[in-house]
């Protein structure tokens, strides 16, 4: 089930306060693959409360709604605010910057090799699995 949740009328730091004490029952989890709407999400609360020239409590508040409502861990909120700010001027500042290898490493034996090594090793009444066992 998707939720949209309309947080334009939170404008003050007392009110995102009220929202984390009302909805600290409520937890929001992240889909996988939709971390372009959720960095959106960060980057808009940041933007829209202007993080960095807030004081150090006001911060604080912004972290943990950040962090509730996103789904991500407390260091992982810090590092993404860490990079929204070092990348402020981008036209995206905030993107996934990992991904799955292109060309993954290549596999040095295969279901064949497997077999005749699992093969050899019955035969030879599992020496491999006794050397362990010292």
Same mark, same amino acid.
């Given at each position: !089930? $998707?939720? @949209? !949740? ?7 730091? +007392?009110?995102? /306060? ?7 029952? $409520? ?9 372009? /709407? ?7 609360? =940041? ?10 409590? +006001?911060?604080? $508040? ?24 070092? @990348?402020?001027?981008?036209? $995206? ?25 699992? /093969? !050899?090793?019955?035969?030879? +009444?599992? =020496? ?7």
């Amino acid at each position: !089930m $998707v939720i @949209n !949740m309309n947080e334009s009328k939170l404008c003050t730091i +007392e009110q995102i /306060e009220h929202f984390l004490v009302a909805n600290a029952d $409520v937890i929001f989890t992240a889909q996988a693959g939709c971390d372009i /709407e959720r960095y959106a999400h960060i980057g808009r609360v =940041i933007k829209r409360f202007d993080y960095h020239h807030r004081n150090k409590y +006001e911060r604080g $508040v912004l972290l943990r709604y950040l962090q509730h409502t996103s789904g991500d861990s407390r260091a992982q909120t810090t590092r993404l605010v860490k990079q929204w700010h070092t @990348n402020r001027l981008a036209n $995206v500042p905030l993107v996934k910057r990992y991904q799955a290898p292109a060309a993954p490493c290549a596999r040095k034996y295969t279901a064949v090799d497997i077999e005749l090594l699992v /093969e !050899m090793d019955r035969a030879h +009444e599992d =020496i491999c699995c006794q050397r362990g066992r010292v």
